[in-house]
Nanobody, 127 residues
Framework: VPLVESGGGLVQTGGSLRLSCAAS????????MGWFRQAPGKEREFVAA????????YYSDSVKGRFTVSRDNAKNTVYLQMNSLKPEDTAVYYC?????????????????????WGQGTQVTVSS
């Protein structure tokens, strides 16, 4: 299931961006989608995730209350709405997909469980 991200760019502190992750081809409700990011000189980290089947969402503490992950079944697309952006949100953002396991509520943040990754999109927040 190839993934294509879009929506990154340059924004000022306090601004908003919406990232999109489109899955081409047939997409099943038995998938889960995650958003991760990697800042320069840092390891890639979990940002948010969504259980495609039932819509449960998960967030890292650093973005909780500011970011919202959602899905559009008809468009096979997952979104990451980012509000109140801070300079520390600057990173390359990746979406990723995995088969939905029974223990997803415990493993949504585990990167190596996600088998398909997008190419990444740059988000830069200026101070």
């Amino acid at each position: 299931v190839p993934l294509v991200e879009s929506g990154g760019g340059l924004v000022q502190t306090g601004g908003s961006l919406r990232l999109s992750c489109a899955a081409s081809g047939r997409f099943f409700s038995t998938y889960a989608m995650g958003w991760f990011r990697q800042a320069p000189g840092k390891e890639r980290e979990f940002v948010a995730a969504i259980n495609w089947n039932i819509g449960s969402t998960y967030y890292s503490d650093s973005v909780k209350g500011r970011f919202t992950v959602s899905r559009d079944n008809a468009k096979n697309t997952v979104y990451l709405q980012m509000n109140s952006l801070k300079p520390e949100d600057t990173a390359v953002y990746y979406c990723a997909a995995r088969q939905l396991p029974q223990d997803y509520s415990n493993t949504y943040h585990v990167q190596d469980r996600y088998k398909t990754w997008g190419q990444g999109t740059q988000v830069t927040v200026s101070s």
